[in-house]
């Protein structure tokens, strides 16, 4: 097997992670290695580096690799920093507080939106996401928010890529996509009705860009099951939410 230009040995290592982090129940060094295009033999010495700093635990019963706790320490320590949009955790704290739903944040990376910070609700029945965890940007009040600030040929790059659909509720068509992102872009907040989890509905905006684009733009939603909260009811929410956008934008800028 021939390694690509530049492929060094971080590059490697760095590649076996993501495999693993695609692959939460782990993987033996064969499949590990042939997911990541390595050879089996450098696969096998760098896991064991890797397991020797703790970025990536070893089963001895299963003989699986999965990742290990230090990659938990660096998630928490980039949610604390700066880059990790630490600025907007108090006010979502509030406004999840003040509304009784779980509040996210999530940027747009590829043609997916990647939750950043959560901050639960007060309601008994409470919707789980998972910062890390990666949804379509088209089924997603968040993805939309942010496509909505997109330039055109971004937008239009987005539109042409696979759509898949996350329930039967899922809005697939490009044209219909567009035109929805583009009331968005009017009113400034966008909503999905169970397009990305059947019995879930959101609400979302973006963060105004007081930094000057230094970072990937935040948008913030509102999650609410519909057994609970109804559309009246979390529309009445969207300028609390808004606000909320808004103090997230003076304390990062």
């Known amino acids: 097997m021939t390694a690509p230009p530049g492929d060094d040995m971080?590059?490697?290592?760095?590649?076996?992670?993501?495999?693993?982090?695609?692959n939460p129940s782990g993987l033996g060094v064969s499949a590990a290695a042939r997911t990541a295009g390595l050879p089996v033999s450098s696969a096998h010495r760098l896991l064991g580096r890797l397991a020797a700093e703790r970025f990536v635990a070893y089963d001895e019963d299963t003989r699986r690799y999965a990742l290990g706790v230090r990659v938990l320490e660096f998630s928490r320590g980039f949610q604390r920093s700066p880059a990790g949009y630490s600025a907007a955790a108090a006010p979502m704290r509030r406004l999840a507080a003040r509304t009784g739903l779980p509040a996210i944040a999530g940027i747009l990376d590829g043609s997916e939106v990647l939750?950043?910070?959560?901050?639960?609700?007060?309601?008994?029945?409470?919707l789980r996401s998972a910062e890390g965890t990666r949804n379509p940007w088209h089924a997603t009040s968040m993805?939309?928010?942010?496509?909505?600030?997109?330039?055109?040929?971004?937008?239009?790059?987005?539109?042409?890529?696979?759509?898949?659909?996350?329930?039967?509720?899922?809005?697939?068509?490009?044209a219909v996509l567009r035109e929805e992102v583009a009331r968005v872009r009017e009113r400034g907040w966008a909503e999905?009705?169970?397009?990305?989890?059947?019995?879930?509905?959101?609400?979302?905006?973006?963060v105004p860009?007081?930094?000057?684009?230094?970072?990937?733009?935040?948008?913030i939603s509102l999650g609410a099951t519909v057994v609970l909260t109804t559309w009246d009811?979390?529309?009445?929410?969207?300028?609390?939410?808004?606000?909320?956008?808004?103090?997230?934008?003076?304390?990062?800028?």
């Open 10 to 22: 971080l590059s490697r290592g760095l590649r076996l992670m993501t495999v693993l982090a695609d």
């Open 115 to 126: 939750i950043v910070l959560s901050a639960q609700g007060t309601q008994h029945l409470q």
């Open 143 to 174: 993805g939309q928010a942010l496509a909505s600030v997109l330039p055109d040929e971004e937008l239009a790059a987005l539109l042409a890529a696979d759509l898949p659909s996350p329930t039967a509720h899922t809005v697939t068509d490009p």
């Open 192 to 206: 999905v009705d169970e397009e990305n989890e059947v019995g879930v509905r959101s609400v979302a905006t973006v």
């Open 209 to 219: 860009d007081l930094d000057g684009g230094l970072r990937p733009r935040l948008a």
């Open 233 to 253: 009811e979390l529309h009445g929410h969207v300028p609390a939410l808004r606000a909320c956008a808004e103090e997230i934008a003076s304390l990062m800028g």
